[in-house]
């Protein structure tokens, strides 16, 4: 399984970006999709997660800046991110709960990261 982040890049502060993350390979299907960044020093924090069922979660750090949204027959996700902050500037990693098959357990999968800088 395989998970390609895109869309990061350099935006000046109160701008937008928005980020996609495209899983595939061997996939019976998806679980929890999720959001999580990494500024440097710091450690891998969560953004936002998409349950299977509808639920969706959000740091208090980006509620009411950052829509998170799924295409679930593509096995996407999306990350909308909107009045962009200094602070928000990290690498962001799209994370996925997969089954690769009916008889095998879930296991996690991480993308290689998009960079997002937040300039003044």
């Known amino acids: 399984v395989q998970l390609q982040a895109s869309g990061g890049g350099l935006v000046q502060t109160g701008g937008s970006l928005r980020l996609s993350c495209a899983a595939s390979?061997?996939?019976?299907?998806?679980?929890?999709m999720g959001w999580y960044r990494q500024a440097p020093g710091n450690l891998r924090e969560l953004v936002a997660i998409?349950?299977?069922?509808?639920?969706?979660k959000y740091a208090d750090a980006v509620k009411g800046r950052f829509t998170v949204s799924r295409d679930d027959a593509n096995n996407a996700l999306y990350l909308q991110m909107d009045s962009l902050k200094l602070e928000d500037t990290a690498t962001y990693y799209c994370?996925?709960?997969?089954?690769?098959?009916?008889?095998?357990?879930?296991?996690?999968?991480w993308g290689q990261g998009t960079q997002v800088t937040v300039s003044s």
């Open positions: 994370n996925a709960e997969v089954r690769v098959g009916s008889f095998m357990a879930p296991a996690q999968y």
């Open positions: 998409s349950t299977v069922d509808g639920a969706i």
């Open positions: 390979g061997l996939i019976f299907r998806v679980y929890t």
